[in-house]
């Protein structure tokens, strides 16, 4: 099967500590992304880069009626976390709403290599992993979670969405039995 790894989110305004969405159990996730992304490289896999982005003076940008301002060009809130960087040959995605599909090229990118499972990690769990993920699943790609490469400030609603995920679009497995599906010789993308 043919994979590929999406990193949603893995930015500073999420995963540094002088962040405004940052939460400190986003620490310990930073660190499982940076090994699966590792373990993806090692593999070949196509490795895709998510991130927000908002418009500065675009004052029509509906988020903006749900959230506070956040994730604005040309800050450094939308840099890289800290171990994060974009290698040669991997690529980026811009973002405006939750899903990483959503008026973006992800998909065309996907179906061109002939991607059949994407493996997600990132941020926030029961916003813009899950809505990639049911995306991803109405794509008919077959969704991947590491339940310890995702996370959320709110544990009731991580712990539903990873439910959701397993019981209607996809799997959630372990960091350990995603290391064994990596030495198993997944196929990349």
Known sequence: MRRALL??????????????NYYPGYTSVLN???EVLELARDAN???????????RDHHKDYEFEKLPLHC???SWDIEWAEGIQVLPGEYEITKRRYSAFFETDLNLLLREKSIEQVVVVGVKTHVCVR?????????????????????????????ASLEDIQ???????????????????SKGG
């Open 131 to 159: 809505a990639t993920v049911q995306d991803a699943f109405g794509w008919g790609y077959r969704p991947l979670v590491i339940k310890e490469a995702v996370g959320s400030n709110h544990a009731h609603l991580h712990e």
């Open 72 to 74: 604005m060009q040309d």
């Open 32 to 34: 499982c992304i940076r």
């Open 167 to 185: 019981r209607y679009m996809g799997q959630v497995i372990s960091l350990d039995e995603f290391r064994a599906l990596i030495t198993n010789g």
């Open 7 to 20: 990193l949603i989110d893995v930015i500073n305004d999420f995963m540094h500590p002088n962040g405004k």
């Open 45 to 55: 896999w196509t490795i895709v880069h998510v991130r927000e982005k908002h418009y």
